[in-house]
């Protein structure tokens, strides 16, 4: 048995969950010809499932929305916390309890 794992690329899997759902050949025709496993065929068919259910029910555009103003908070927290720690670093040497270290 090998041991290294094999990363495909998007483009490959999506070729494959296609043939799988179009059912060009069996599931073990099609892990023969691409060389990967049937349970792996299977996963990327029921993943390629999903995506297009939430494409079309429009959840993955309220996804991308959430991640984005979720990006913009993060962005804020951490111009925030870094204000806050050159003020205390800047207090602190102030104070001579940093040693002059920046």
């Known amino acids: 048995m090998s041991?290294?794992?094999k990363h495909h690329s998007?483009?490959?899997?999506?070729q494959v969950a296609l043939a799988a759902i179009r059912e060009d050949a069996t599931?073990?025709?099609?892990?023969?010809?691409y060389g990967v496993h049937a349970t792996v065929i299977h996963r990327w068919k029921k993943e390629a499932i999903a995506s297009m259910t939430a494409g079309f029910?429009?959840?993955?555009?309220?996804?991308?929305n959430d991640h984005v103003a979720e990006i913009k908070e993060l962005h804020t927290?951490?111009?925030q916390l870094t204000v806050e720690k050159d003020f205390l670093a800047d207090a602190?040497?102030?104070l001579g309890l940093l040693g002059g270290k920046r």
């Open 3 to 5: 041991k290294i794992r």
């Open 10 to 14: 998007a483009e490959f899997k999506a």
């Open 27 to 33: 599931i073990a025709e099609l892990a023969s010809r």
């Open 57 to 64: 029910s429009g959840k993955q555009e309220k996804q991308q």
């Open 77 to 79: 927290k951490i111009s």
């Open 92 to 94: 602190s040497r102030r």
